[in-house]
């Protein structure tokens, strides 16, 4: 029998041209969304906007909606169109540039140089939600939910004012 979830509204957002034309080219999405219903967290498929698009109103639309936790997923790279950090970064009250730049990091290792071309942004949005944008990749996706594993719990209850969560057993 499984509980039901318990850490509130968290929500997927995919920045992909290709995926708004077809969203069963979306393999990123499915991943973070499933990820997140894993940790508790109630989720709705995710939200497709093409690169360049409403980005922005995306976002703010699923803040106000009393999301915790808002995850991104493309738009972060070099291309004209890539433009999911600035689009994000208005909303986001307390920057956390250690998470993206640990993303980055595991990316190097993996992916190699151009896992430095990827941009990002994270951090804390005035509502209290935790707003992180990850790379359209597979491995970048893999990189920085495992980033987030080790840290979002921590993240939400300093902001919403429990202190430091207890450090698991691992």
Known sequence: MTSEPTRGRAAVVVVSTQAAADPSLDRTGPTIAGWLRERAFTVAEPVIVPDGGAITE?????????????????????????????????LIDLELPGITEEIRRRGLAGA???????????????????????????????DGLAVLDGLFEHVLAQVHGDGHAPRSAS
């Open 58 to 90: 995306t976002v703010t639309a699923e803040l106000l909606a009393g999301a915790r936790f808002v995850v991104t997923t493309g738009g972060t790279g070099v291309t004209p169109t890539d433009r999911t950090p600035e689009a994000v970064a208005p």
């Open 112 to 142: 190699g140089p151009t896992a430095l071309l990827t941009r990002g942004v994270a951090g804390i949005a005035a509502s209290g939600a935790l707003v992180v944008t990850l790379p359209g990749s597979r491995g970048g996706v893999a």
